[in-house]
């Protein structure tokens, strides 16, 4: 019988490449690594691993084991977590990765509700905007990942994982009070703030690429950006305070901070999609499931409350209006 946690010190090599890395994602030392691969070596009764120079690398055996290994993990936790479901008990723990804005106006408002009907789950909350982020799902450091995308800017999708969209919204620029584009009323082009000083976030986000790349594309010319953030609230200071300006989301509510007032954009329409990532066969996991029913609950709370946000239906779905399977 296959020890699982050895298998699992197996796959997590094939994904990081090296024993130390994998002894520091799993809290062990490397010898013990080592030790745990030799074992599991033993128990097969073929070789798993093979040095080439200092490093260890899987045979074939070890591949085609390192192959099965997602699958059978997944399928140990699944059955852990529907024995106790089946008594009406949902248990364990789901990490949430997500970007500010999409953690304030989408999970957050769910998790006394499922502290309520779950007493026994835990929703662990990590505000992270980094390039690795889906690495981190692929590696089961994380469960669900919350991210933005721009239609202009897709994120490239992966074998090992789906993803959903929630919900898509407009980009409008927000801007000081006492800038002169923000005297009238109607929509702002972007050849017309060539001069500005910008704030976005920090490199390698899509929301510092959708600047960069809207500017150019739009108007010509590459932003005066002088300052960099992944928090709304110090963008949002920066602009107000700071004579900074901005793209930003409409769920974001720039009006309401001092001094910023929000225009439309003239040049294009930019819109922003919330898409939620799992691996693939996440939601068999009542755990997973529970907090996904969630966000789809959350994201069509948020768009009956906000007119310029559109629900996006899951493939199949009928529209209510049309009676047509949304495609």
Request: proline fraction near 6%; charge should be neutral.
């Amino acid at each position: 019988m296959l020890d699982l946690t050895r298998v699992r010190i197996l796959r997590e090599l094939k994904l990081r490449g090296t024993v130390g890395a994998v002894a520091q994602a799993l809290g062990y030392s490397p010898s013990a690594v080592s030790q745990q691969l030799a074992q599991l070596q033993r128990e097969v009764g073929v070789p798993l691993v093979e040095r080439a120079g200092r490093r260890l690398r899987l045979t074939e055996a070890g591949e085609v084991l390192a192959g099965h290994a997602e699958a059978l993990l997944a399928r140990a936790q699944q059955a852990e977590e529907e024995t106790v479901a089946a008594s009406g008990r949902v248990v364990g723990a789901v990490r949430v990765v997500g970007y500010q804005t999409a953690l304030i106006n989408l999970l957050a408002p769910v998790l006394p509700g499922l502290a309520e009907r779950h007493p026994e789950l835990t929703v662990e909350v990590i505000d992270e905007e980094f390039a690795r982020v889906l690495q981190a799902l692929v590696l089961q450091e994380v469960d669900i990942v919350i991210t933005d995308e721009y239609s202009a800017l897709p994120r490239p999708r992966r074998p090992e994982l789906t993803a959903q969209h929630l919900i898509t919204e407009p980009m409008r620029l927000a801007l000081p009070r006492d800038h002169p584009a923000a005297a009238g009323d109607g929509p702002v082009r972007l050849a017309d703030l060539a001069g500005d000083a910008w704030v976005t976030g920090h490199p390698g986000t899509n929301h510092a690429e959708l600047l960069e790349r809207a500017c150019v594309d739009l108007a010509g010319y590459r932003p005066h950006i002088r300052h960099r953030t992944n928090d709304v609230h110090v963008m949002m200071a920066l602009v107000g305070q700071a004579s900074a300006s901005c793209l930003f989301p409409d769920v974001g509510q720039a009006e309401r901070f001092p001094g910023v007032v929000v225009r439309d954009l003239a040049d294009a329409e930019l819109r922003r999609h919330i898409v939620v990532w799992t691996r693939i066969g996440a939601e068999v996991r009542p755990s997973v499931r529970v907090v996904l029913e969630a966000l789809r609950a959350s994201a069509a709370d948020l768009t009956g409350r906000f007119p310029s946000l559109t629900l996006m239906r899951p493939r199949g779905e009928r529209d209510a209006g049309t009676g047509r399977e949304r495609e």
